[in-house]
């Protein structure tokens, strides 16, 4: 029997994470399909109630539920709880069980393209503190406890971060104009705003100059393919990272979750690029 999966966001019209894994399944020859639901918030508890009754194997969730979905779930597990965002759920034997992959695919699609840049435990800021963040900073911490540096738009939400990772690794929180003084001491600067989304905007929201030789510089979106921010950095001569690995390795983890299979990122990265983005 065909398994169910999906997904609850809205808007999700854009995802490309239903031809990501309904070509796993078909890849791996397991029998499951993958659907986007377009879930308003008002929504959200019923849907839940729905595909729980129904018998969603397991589901992904996205912007604006990843907080709200919470409650409506019977365990959360991992970095979830620590982070406060859920973004896979599985469902075993009637259970709901919330994880957050989005953290660990940012750090193996790190691992996968800049492998020696890993190897080194660089030192890191992260531009701004909301949900993805929160996720990538907690296990970048983990993962290299050297330096997490945060700074944000709302500085508080700087602060209560970088204490959060400072049970990890050296972490300070710091203001824009306090980080673009210090950028010389990174090897890697995260941009995790939402800025980059919305190319008719002031994209000018930190200045670079000043960076190390060889500092990677990486932003979460992937549409568009480069923002603002990793163009500067591009024509400045510095290696760059967008968005598209960390959707496609948190992917990988989930279907993991679900189906005990760990599916080619690498593959899927360039079969989305070139059918989807190019
Ligand atoms: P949140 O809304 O939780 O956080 C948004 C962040 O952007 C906050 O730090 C906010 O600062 C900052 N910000 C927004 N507008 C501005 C502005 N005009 N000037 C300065 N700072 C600004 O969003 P998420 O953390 O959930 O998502 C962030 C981005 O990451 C999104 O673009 C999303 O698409 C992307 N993402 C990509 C994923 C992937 O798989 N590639 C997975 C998850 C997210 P403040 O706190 O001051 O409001």
């Known amino acids: 029997m065909e398994e169910k999966y999906g997904l609850l966001g809205e808007p999700i019209e ?94 193996e699609g790190l691992r996968a393209h800049f492998p020696l840049l890993v190897k080194q435990q660089p030192s890191v800021l992260i531009i701004g503190a909301g949900g993805a963040a929160r996720s990538v900073a907690l296990v970048l911490a983990q993962k290299f406890e050297t330096r997490v540096d945060i700074t944000n738009r709302t500085f508080s939400k700087a602060v209560f971060l970088s204490e959060a990772c400072r049970r990890f690794c050296t972490s300070d929180a710091l203001t824009f104009q306090q980080a673009e003084e210090d950028i010389g001491r990174y090897q890697m600067v995260i941009n995790t705003t939402s800025i980059g989304l919305n190319p008719s905007a002031d994209q000018h929201l930190f200045r670079i100059d000043g960076a190390a030789p060889n500092t990677l510089f990486a932003d979460l979106i992937y549409q568009p393919y480069r923002t603002a921010f990793l163009q500067e950095a591009e024509r400045k001569g510095y290696p760059v990272m967008n968005g598209l690995p960390m959707l496609v390795f948190q992917g990988a983890l989930a279907f993991e979750r679900w189906t005990g299979i760990h599916p080619d990122g690498k593959k899927m990265e360039d079969y989305l690029l070139h059918t989807y983005l190019s």
């Open 14 to 107: 854009h995802s490309l994470s239903p031809a990501m894994h309904n070509l796993w399944f078909k890849e791996t020859v397991i029998s499951g399909h993958y659907t986007a639901y377009s879930v308003p918030k008002p929504n959200l508890a019923r849907t839940v109630d729905q595909l729980r009754t129904l018998g969603i194997k397991g589901f992904n969730v996205t912007f604006p539920h990843k907080t709200a979905i919470i409650p409506m779930l019977d365990e959360v597990r991992g970095t979830a709880g620590s982070i406060g965002a859920v973004n896979t759920v599985i469902q075993t034997d009637g259970q709901l069980i919330g994880y957050n992959t989005d953290g660990l695919g940012f750090y």
